[in-house]
């Protein structure tokens, strides 16, 4: 059975998760309505991937007894400018992830939640891979700088990378 203290944080990262999902979603739309159908097609994956960690998180809550909530999301935004500023964002929202699950996993030791604790080193993994992918794909946008052609080449291979991860 879960702590009223745990219940309370693991629903809010089905909220951070959940809100992460729209993030994405909108980056995608955005990407899409420019043209950049690669990077748009990576952003919806994204968008679903997020989905997924919230709904693995509502799961475990209510098999542990819990009441997983549906709560009310913050709007993202809809303009990105820049397919460059927009992957920096994703990066920086990929960080605040990586600390909302850093602070819950502080909360399972404090309440002594071991199975949670063990339940949420999945998540902690893939906030490892994600900044990581991150900042390889903000490596590879440095390189290309201003170049047309590299934007082409970019917006083809992020499928690749898609399709990859
Ligand atoms: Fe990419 O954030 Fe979920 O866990």
């Known amino acids: 059975m879960l702590s009223k203290k745990l219940e309370k944080a693991l629903n809010e990262q089905v909220r951070i998760e959940a809100e992460s999902s729209q993030v994405y979603l909108s980056m995608a ?24 960690h919230m709904l693995k998180l509502v799961k475990y809550i209510n098999e ?21 500023k927009m992957f920096h964002e994703l990066l920086e929202h990929e960080v ?13 030791l404090e309440e002594k939640d071991y199975a949670t604790h063990n339940f949420l080193q999945w998540y902690v993994a893939e906030q490892i891979e994600e900044e990581a992918l991150a900042r390889t794909i903000l490596d590879k946008i440095n390189l290309i700088g201003n170049d047309k052609g590299g934007l082409y080449l ?9 399709a990859n991860s």
């Open 96 to 108: 605040f992830v990586s600390k909302s699950i850093n602070d819950l996993v502080h909360v399972t």
């Open 154 to 162: 970019f917006d083809r291979d992020i499928q690749q990378i898609t």
């Open 64 to 84: 542990r007894g819990g009441h997983a909530q549906v709560s009310a999301l913050n709007a993202p935004k809809t303009d990105f400018e820049t397919f460059q």
């Open 29 to 52: 739309s955005w990407a899409e309505g420019k043209g950049l159908e690669g990077i748009a097609q990576f952003m919806y994956n994204q968008s679903d991937e997020e989905r997924l």
